[in-house]
């Protein structure tokens, strides 16, 4: 976590930030200096996150609102209590992400396929017009989308998920053009983090064998460029995707 404070007097909102890399973003924003709001469906563990927070000392203040980010009631109740408890929003990361279908694409559940794109893209789109109609329209702000190298390269086995990722990378570009120079947009790409959305996949190898860096990434991986991206050491990167992945894409495979 961060010890400078470049982020003091803004404020952010995290989707997704009950648990694993949302989490470990909320909470280097905090060390930041930021206020944050976290956000995800389950009302117990995003609570207890919030506890976990706190208990940090930050100077920041941390507000937990549940709500599930494919619904637009709970999305734009999240934008407007971020800007009702903190008099803004400033940054933005759409950290949710969703992965109910695995394998063969022909023998996919459709309106599975249809939720993956509605939770991984769709809200995502949602949130930022929202948080740019309430804020960032005419104060500025920054965005960061969470991605997947999934989104960057074919898997075979998590198809779906990546078609969804590489649609938000995707989107990640077009957004940083249609809404510069005040608001940036950029993504993360991460390889496989140790999380609990990922168990199964650290568990198939173990050893991390096919990273340069012979490891998984861990949560604060992530957040920690999360925490560059929205800051003004970045204030001329837009519409990036920046992979966090051990050097798992330089060898060619994934």
């Known amino acids: 976590m961060s010890d400078v404070k470049d982020l003091q007097g803004r404020s952010a909102l995290v989707t997704g930030a009950s648990r694993g890399i949302g989490k470990a973003i909320a909470a280097e924003l905090l060390g930041r200096g930021a206020n944050v709001l976290i956000t995800a469906r389950k009302p117990e563990p995003l609570e207890e996150a919030a506890v976990d927070l706190r208990a940090l000392g930050h100077d920041g203040k ?7 980010s494919g619904d637009q009631e709970s ?9 009702s408890e903190f008099g803004s929003l400033d940054i933005l990361i759409n ?5 109910p279908v695995y394998g063969f694409l022909m023998d996919a559940d459709l309106d599975a396929v249809k939720k993956i794109f509605d939770v991984n893209v769709v809200a995502a789109l949602a949130y930022i017009q929202l948080a740019y109609k309430a804020w960032m329209k005419d104060h500025g702000g920054a965005v960061v989308n969470v991605a997947s190298v999934a989104g960057l390269r074919s898997t075979g086995v998590i198809a779906a998920y990546g078609a969804s990722k590489a649609a938000l990378i995707r989107l990640t570009e ?3 053009w249609q809404l510069g120079p005040n608001i940036r947009v950029n993504a993360v790409a991460p390889g496989v983090v140790k999380t609990k959305f ?3 996949l650290v568990a198939a190898d173990e050893s991390a064998s096919a990273y340069p860096l012979k490891r998984f990434g861990s949560p604060e991986d992530v957040a920690k460029l999360v925490g560059f991206l929205v800051s003004d050491e970045s204030s001329w990167i837009t519409g990036e995707t920046v992979r966090v992945d051990g050097g798992l894409l330089s060898t060619g495979g994934l």
Request: no cysteine; glycine share 8%; hydrophobic share 65%.
């Open 198 to 200: 990922a168990a199964a």
């Open 174 to 176: 077009e957004l940083a």
């Open 62 to 68: 941390v507000v937990a609102l549940a709500g599930n």
């Open 95 to 99: 950290n949710t992400g969703i992965n």
């Open 75 to 83: 999305r734009a109740e999240a934008v407007a209590a971020a800007v």
